[in-house]
């Protein structure tokens, strides 16, 4: 077999800075920062899984593929053998290593073996904490120490965050040969799907790397899921989420330099905490910030005191990269609604599609309609805005309209709610679809896509649907005319019934019952959410500014809301006309009322 150059230098090189074996206490090892490229973070659920593997077969620490490299300067092996007693010969019997015995101070640092040695450390009885460590001596070159840091043999392969952090870390510093390393590491619809998001989606690309220095976000990266999420066509609102996932993080740290102390553990603890609207969530975060369970690396008792003031002043859901692949399943749903309006072939985003199809028909110049309940037909507020404002409200509100009716115009279920029954759609697909179609040219937004949806009844459909279904036309006698006529007096029956006059009660941010388990946090909605939270999925819910309210837990809406700011950004596209709403109120005296009122303020 033939070697590369590279490959005969490695071999040769770790041979020649080779220094032998040894039995080392692990209290004398110690790791380089998780920053440097081939280092993998601290995983707690790898090390117990590794003290259930020495559980059942021990520590198996003679073991070649089992030993650690560290790196060791002359200095420090002479004073060691000095002390030890032995010649650097005895170091080289490699079947019956020697152990060495160090100053306290002494620290050693290993190249991999993170999680073996913390595993050793729990399992081990205290005077038996040793390990088997292959020793180099300091002068060793860069390319052999990488190679030694990734070597993974009989190890947990490195994970997907892993592998993506290493890879664009050598891309970025075009080093093709160790990138070509890395991603030799992923299959091949991996590698697909990695070389699609930097060709074809270089700003969603640029977007992940910016999250690159906060190392413990990467332990849920899902590269198995970037395919859905390219093919969904949503670049724009992903670049949110992941801006919001770096913009919330940096404001717990508030400094550049602490980013990559954030550890997986630490994003794992936190991830879907809202502490500014749950007192068990600020009482949790308080105790776990006590133990040190969060941001261990960082040991400053000042700088940990303003991380945890910044934690329970949050004024957002703490989201991860686990949040974000798990929310795009629902904005998937969502995305499928949408893309009802749209032709089955276009060019560009979800989100330019759409806005090309503004036309400003019936609109007014210079005010934005803004839609505030489907309880009665109609029912919009108008608010000054330039055009542009116009365009994106709409948009926005066709996204709110499929986060209330995905059920119903998709057929997807929501989850189901633990000891509940399986959910079931409520309503049709012939009412909504054409409601849709409405709101849309409502809006401003007009094509033959569109046209074709509004055009359609959604009492004739539903009362066509029905006599289709009580009168087969396998069993009854009955020609067009006659349907179409008994149709029609259905639906002229059905406008005969007058609307109720309906109240909205302002939707809270908190709850005294907990709406909103952790587990429910992020993902599709649950069907007691769904049915729960669609009636407030409207803008002026979403943006305005809400009365401060107290309560033990978060509740669904605030889940809701938080899902679509990080997805479509902080800031109102319209000016707010709803900060004097009052509770209860009929919605025609808040219509009223709000065209009245002159004074508006963005929501920032």
């Not at 590279?6 to 090892?29: C, D």
Request: hydrophobic letters at 35%; charged letters at 25%; one cysteine or more.
């Amino acid at each position: 077999m033939a070697y590369s150059s590279q490959e005969s230098a490695n071999f040769h090189g770790k041979k020649a800075h080779f220094r032998g074996s040894a039995w080392i206490n692990i209290k004398h090892l110690t790791f380089e920062k998780d920053q440097v490229p081939g280092t993998r973070p601290l995983d707690k659920t790898n090390v117990a899984r590794l003290v259930q593997i020495f559980e059942l077969e021990g520590c198996l620490r003679l073991e070649e593929e089992h030993r650690v490299p560290a790196i060791i300067s002359k200095k420090t092996l002479d004073d060691a053998l000095k002390r030890s007693k032995i010649s650097e010969d005895t170091l080289l019997k490699h079947d019956k290593p020697p152990q060495l015995r160090f100053d306290d101070k002494v620290r050693l640092t290993c190249l991999r073996g993170k999680h073996r040695l913390a595993a050793a450390d729990e399992f081990c009885l205290p005077g038996d904490k040793l390990w088997v460590v292959d020793l180099f001596d300091d002068g060793i070159p860069e390319s052999i120490l990488s190679d030694l840091r990734e070597e993974y043999s009989n190890a947990r392969n490195f994970c997907d965050g892993d592998i993506y952090r290493n890879l664009r870390h050598y891309q970025t510093h075009n080093m093709k040969a160790e990138a070509c390393k890395w991603l030799a590491r992923l299959s091949p619809s991996k590698r697909r799907d990695l070389k699609q998001l930097r060709e074809k989606a270089g700003s969603l690309s640029q977007a992940f790397d910016r999250l690159l220095p906060i190392i413990g976000l990467w332990s849920s990266l899902q590269l198995g899921a970037m395919h859905r999420i390219l093919t969904l066509r949503c670049t724009e609102e992903l670049i949110n989420y992941l801006t919001h996932i770096h913009v919330v993080w940096g404001s717990i740290l508030d400094n550049a330099e602490l980013l990559p102390l954030v550890d997986s553990n630490t994003v794992c603890l936190l991830q879907t905490k809202f502490p500014k609207h749950s007192a068990q969530d600020r009482m949790l975060i308080k105790q776990l910030m006590d133990n040190r369970e969060l941001f261990p690396a960082v040991t400053g008792e000042s700088v940990r005191t303003r991380i945890l003031n910044r934690l329970l002043s949050l004024n957002y859901m703490i989201p991860s990269l686990h949040t974000f692949f798990e929310d795009t399943i629902y904005i998937e749903a969502c995305a499928q609604v949408l893309r009802g309006l749209l032709p089955k072939k276009y060019k560009g985003t979800m989100r330019d599609a759409i806005m090309r199809r503004y036309k400003g028909i019936g609109q007014q110049e210079g005010k934005a309609k803004v839609q505030t309940s489907e309880d009665v037909q109609d029912e919009f507020v108008e608010t000054s805005a330039s055009e542009l404002e116009c365009i994106k409200s709409g948009y926005y509100q066709l996204w709110l309209f499929a986060m209330r009716h995905w059920p119903e115009l998709t057929g997807i279920l929501p989850r189901k709610d633990p000891g509940a029954p399986k959910p079931k759609v409520n309503g049709s697909s012939e009412k909504w679809w054409p409601r849709l179609g409405l709101l849309t040219y409502q809006l401003g937004f007009d094509s033959p896509e569109i046209t074709r949806l509004r055009v359609q009844s959604p009492d004739w459909m539903m009362a066509d649907s029905f006599l289709h279904l009580a009168r087969p036309r396998d069993t009854y006698q009955l020609d067009g005319e006659a349907h179409n006529r008994i149709v029609q007096g259905i639906c002229n029956l059905i406008k005969l019934i007058e609307p109720r006059e309906v109240y909205h009660s302002l939707p809270k941010l908190t709850s005294d019952a907990n709406e909103a388990p952790l587990e429910q946090r992020c993902g599709k909605p649950f069907d007691s959410s769904q049915q729960r939270d669609s009636r407030h999925l409207f803008l002026n819910n979403i943006y305005q500014d809400q009365p401060s309210s107290s309560g033990d837990h978060v509740s669904s809406f605030a889940i809701r809301k938080q899902l679509f700011l990080a997805f479509f950004g902080h800031r109102t596209p319209v000016f707010s006309v709803f900060a004097h709403r009052q509770e209860n109120q009929p919605v025609t005296q808040q219509l009223s009322s709000a065209m009245d009122i002159d004074h508006f303020s963005r929501v920032s």
